[in-house]
């Protein structure tokens, strides 16, 4: 996904979030992480961090200030 062009007038709030193992599998013998993609996603904290931002716009929108919300997210292609 790429970022919009042209940003729009008023308040611009950013949700950051990371891409990550959920519940990682940890090799007994190597101590190294087994990366799964069943098991990679957002955690509750990004999510609330979405949804906190989706908030703090639709309350700044009623009170007529324009706002927008972008997500920043940090991780693999996948993530998208």
Same mark, same amino acid.
């Given at each position: 996904? *790429? /970022?919009? !062009?042209? *940003?729009? /007038?008023? &308040? *611009?709030?950013?949700?950051?979030?990371?891409?990550?193992?959920?519940?990682?599998?940890? !090799?007994?013998?190597?101590? +190294?992480?087994?990366?799964?993609?069943?098991? +990679?996603?957002?955690?509750?904290? !990004?999510?609330?961090?979405?949804?906190?931002? &989706?908030? &703090?716009?639709?309350?700044?929108?009623?009170?007529?200030?324009?706002?927008?919300?972008?997500? &920043?997210?940090?991780?693999?292609? !996948?993530?998208?």
């Amino acid at each position: 996904m *790429n /970022p919009p !062009d042209v *940003n729009p /007038p008023g &308040l *611009n709030l950013v949700a950051c979030v990371k891409w990550a193992e959920l519940r990682p599998q940890i !090799d007994p013998l190597h101590g +190294s992480v087994e990366a799964s993609q069943r098991s +990679s996603g957002f955690s509750s904290s !990004d999510f609330a961090a979405v949804e906190s931002a &989706l908030r &703090l716009a639709q309350s700044w929108s009623a009170q007529g200030q324009p706002c927008g919300v972008t997500v &920043l997210c940090a991780g693999p292609a !996948d993530a998208e």
